[in-house]
């Protein structure tokens, strides 16, 4: 769904969009107002109501994606034209302003606004771009049976441990007790632990010919290859989780916020009519 839709029903909400916004701006070119254009002419306030019902519209979709039964429309005609209406909006609601910009309250909902928009484009991106990745990376497992795997490997390797000299035994332990995974924000997106002790652990053991016979040695070192291998992907995994979390976090309480200034904007416009 999601890499068709930009180009879902042969573009029609582009179509839509793009005629919606030659419309709002061969308007604007020939509205020729006694004062400055500005949001409080017939035309500002027509592009106005047309901005704010778009605005309520797009902050609708987060329901209507929630909603299974009873819905109009299918999600996929929401989704694109969420995506081509949004960007629409931008045109509209700048030339409602007139290019009227000030350290005022409708100047911050135009703000508001451009951040639900710019994060938006960043959201896209992503939904098209990490379905396929994230499954590519899992190889057709779940994270659950990545980590599952991973502590299969690490009562592998505390056995051999026992068997090894100490300072071979140390990093193996060490490697199965002070492996991290995910951790604060930074560290998972990040995507990596260039500290990790798992690779600290098979780069000892690959070069460190001591203290343990030749076929426990080639053990170690397929164990911990696999478990580095199990490690990048878990962390990647979580890195693209993460990055959808942030960008929701944004999308939708800047929206909230939206709406609210919208309606700020719009009480404050006609307190001082
Ligand atoms: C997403 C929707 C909207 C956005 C982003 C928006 C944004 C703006 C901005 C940036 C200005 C320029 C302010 C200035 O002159 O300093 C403005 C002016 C204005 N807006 Fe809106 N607006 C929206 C919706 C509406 C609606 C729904 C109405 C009323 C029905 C409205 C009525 C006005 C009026 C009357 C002005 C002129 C205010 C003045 O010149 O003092 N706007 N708007
Ligand atoms: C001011 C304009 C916009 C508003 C108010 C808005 C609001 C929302 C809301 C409420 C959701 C639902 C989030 C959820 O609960 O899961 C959403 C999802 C989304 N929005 Fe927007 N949005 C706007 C503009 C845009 C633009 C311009 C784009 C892309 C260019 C965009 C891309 C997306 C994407 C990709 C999703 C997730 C789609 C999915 O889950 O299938 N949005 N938006």
Same mark, same amino acid.
């Given at each position: 769904?999601?890499?068709? @839709?930009?180009?879902?029903?042969?573009?029609?909400?582009?179509?839509?969009?793009?005629?919606?916004?030659?419309?709002?701006?061969?308007?604007?070119?020939?509205?020729? !107002?006694?004062?400055? !254009?500005?949001?409080?002419?017939?035309?500002?306030?027509?592009?106005?109501?047309?901005?704010?019902?778009?605005?309520?519209?797009?902050?609708?979709?987060?329901?209507?994606?929630?909603?299974?039964?009873?819905?109009?429309?299918?999600?996929?005609?929401?989704?694109?034209?969420?995506?081509?209406?949004?960007?629409?909006?931008?045109?509209?609601?700048? %030339?409602?302003?007139? /290019?009227?910009?000030? *350290?005022?309250?409708?100047? @911050?909902?135009?703000?508001?606004?451009?951040?639900?928009?710019?994060?938006?484009?960043?959201?896209?991106?992503?939904?098209?771009?990490?379905?396929?990745?994230?499954?590519?990376?899992?190889?057709?497992?779940?994270?659950?049976?990545?980590?599952?795997?991973?502590?299969? *490997?690490?009562?592998? %390797?505390?056995?051999?441990?026992?068997?090894?000299?100490?300072?071979?035994?140390?990093?193996?332990?060490?490697?199965?007790?002070?492996?991290?995974?995910?951790?604060?924000?930074?560290?998972?997106?990040?995507?990596?632990?260039?500290? #990790?002790?798992?690779?600290?652990?098979?780069?000892?053991?690959?070069? /460190?010919?001591?203290?343990?016979?030749?076929?426990?040695?080639?053990?170690?070192?397929?164990? %911990?290859?696999?478990?580095?291998?199990?490690?990048?992907?878990?962390?990647?995994?979580?890195?693209?989780? #993460?990055?959808?979390?942030?960008? *929701? /976090?944004?999308?939708?309480?800047?929206?909230?916020?939206?709406?609210?200034?919208?309606?700020?904007?719009?009480?404050?416009?006609?307190?001082?009519?």
């Amino acid at each position: 769904m999601h890499e068709s @839709l930009l180009i879902y029903r042969n573009m029609r909400y582009l179509k839509w969009s793009l005629a919606l916004v030659a419309i709002a701006c061969g308007l604007y070119i020939f509205h020729t !107002p006694i004062e400055e !254009p500005n949001g409080g002419t017939w035309l500002g306030y027509t592009l106005g109501t047309i901005a704010a019902g778009i605005m309520f519209w797009l902050s609708w979709y987060g329901a209507r994606k929630r909603s299974y039964g009873g819905a109009t429309g299918r999600l996929e005609d929401w989704a694109s034209a969420h995506v081509y209406l949004g960007l629409a909006l931008v045109f509209i609601s700048t %030339l409602h302003s007139g /290019f009227q910009y000030g *350290l005022n309250i409708h100047t @911050l909902l135009y703000v508001l606004m451009m951040i639900v928009v710019i994060s938006g484009v960043f959201g896209l991106y992503f939904y098209m771009r990490f379905p396929r990745l994230l499954a590519e990376n899992r190889r057709g497992l779940t994270t659950d049976m990545m980590l599952n795997q991973i502590a299969d *490997l690490d009562r592998d %390797l505390r056995k051999h441990a026992l068997s090894l000299g100490d300072e071979s035994a140390h990093i193996v332990l060490n490697a199965v007790q002070n492996t991290r995974i995910g951790g604060n924000i930074s560290r998972q997106l990040s995507g990596k632990d260039v500290d #990790c002790p798992t690779s600290a652990a098979r780069r000892f053991v690959e070069q /460190f010919e001591g203290g343990h016979d030749e076929s426990t040695r080639r053990q170690l070192v397929t164990r %911990l290859t696999k478990k580095e291998d199990l490690l990048g992907r878990v962390r990647k995994d979580i890195k693209l989780r #993460c990055l959808l979390q942030i960008w *929701l /976090f944004v999308h939708v309480p800047f929206t909230f916020a939206t709406l609210a200034a919208l309606i700020a904007h719009v009480i404050v416009v006609f307190y001082y009519w």
